[in-house]
């Protein structure tokens, strides 16, 4: 829960005038006096990066930086160009500020290591560039998914092992969300806080304080039917049980970022299971399924490989995936109740 001081500061900056996400870091700064500023900056420069995308995106319609790259990233997934700008974008916002150990993209086969010339710092920053990048084309909102950690190892650089937490270590997660409007939404454990892009003075402003997923929420489940085929039984007789006799309505983007951020602010119950398929689902952990899991549990929310909570897993490798069901507490535990029956 957020620090009654915090809320308070919060309140009385709320009634008198507009906050910008660089003042609210400093304000929550001044709540921890260890706090070197370091990880102000870091989120600074997030939001710097998502000012630069947010300004290709929006205009990606009119200049060549529609279609794909003619290249493909570690997934085989064909890259668009603006995943490829995007990946750039944040490592050249964050490699040289002094702040960061090492990076980790899911554009990226391997660790991003700060180059020689920099100096490097505490934090381990993973990321998704661009996640729904398959929706450019088609105009549909896209995001930027990050991750923080704190750097374990011993040495003055980060490695691979640094990238290889498990969720509940992120000091910090959020993302970016280019839609009608581009917001900015993270959480570092003080409760989760969105900012909306002013583009007209460039600044991010603080409009969703302490978010909280609603009670009751919205009866809504979130998930690609078109691989109903695939999924386990029990999977199957979940989803029938919530657009039966459970009553629930259906919304599903298809842009990850879009589809939590949706149920964030109405409630339900967001899934990418696992199916015959991919026996771990698409989703991956380090970048898409961790930093959201955080997100949402600290907006009140759950977050659950099916069976165990998202932020308990190890990851073995960078890019590895897992199934995922967050959203409503109730929910997520309706659909773990069902799992747990077996197939
Ligand atoms: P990315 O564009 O980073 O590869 O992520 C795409 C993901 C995610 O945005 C979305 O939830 C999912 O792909 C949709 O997958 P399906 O098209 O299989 O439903
Ligand atoms: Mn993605
Ligand atoms: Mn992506």
């Not at 991956?284 to 949402?296: F, I, N, Q, S, T």
Request: hydrophobic letters at 40%; aromatic letters at 8%.
């Amino acid at each position: 829960m957020t620090p009654p001081a915090l809320r308070e500061t919060l309140g009385a900056m709320l009634q008198s005038h507009v906050v910008t996400i660089s003042r609210f870091l400093v304000d929550q700064q001044r709540l921890h006096p260890e706090a070197t500023g370091a990880f102000t900056d870091l989120l600074g420069d997030i939001a710097l990066a998502a000012k630069v995308i947010s300004r290709e995106v929006n205009k990606a319609g009119l200049v060549d930086i529609l279609g794909s790259a003619d290249d493909e990233n570690v997934h085989g997934e064909e890259q668009q160009k603006l995943d490829v700008f995007a990946n750039q974008v944040v490592i050249r916002a964050l490699d040289h500020t002094g702040n960061v150990a090492c990076m980790a993209s899911e554009e990226s086969e391997e660790i991003i290591p700060i180059p020689a010339k920099f100096e490097a710092g505490e934090y381990v920053v993973i990321f998704d560039p661009l996640d729904g990048s398959s929706n450019i084309d088609v105009n549909v909102s896209i995001g930027t998914i990050f991750s923080f950690h704190r750097k374990q190892s011993e040495g003055e650089r980060g490695v691979l092992e640094d990238c290889l937490q498990p969720g509940y270590r992120q000091v910090a997660a959020g993302y970016v969300l280019y839609g009608s409007s581009t917001m900015l939404v993270y959480t570092s454990g003080a409760g989760v806080h969105g900012f909306t892009l002013d583009p007209s003075i460039g600044e991010f402003l603080l409009s969703h304080p302490h978010m909280r997923i609603p009670e009751p929420p919205s009866k809504v489940y979130s998930i690609n039917e078109a691989y109903y085929r695939r999924w386990s039984p029990a999977q199957q007789r979940l989803v029938s049980y919530l657009k039966g006799e459970g009553g629930f309505g259906s919304r599903y983007i298809g842009s990850f970022v879009a589809d939590i951020h949706r149920t964030l602010l109405q409630g339900g119950l967001f899934m990418y299971p696992a199916d015959n398929v991919n026996p771990k689902g698409k989703l991956r952990l380090l970048y898409e399924a961790a930093p959201m899991a955080m997100v949402v549990e600290q907006a009140g929310g759950k977050a659950s490989d099916g069976y165990r909570s998202l932020l308990e897993i190890v990851p073995g490798s960078l890019h590895e995936r897992t199934p995922l069901y967050m959203g409503s507490a109730e929910f997520v535990e309706l659909a773990e109740g069902y799992l747990a029956e077996g197939d």
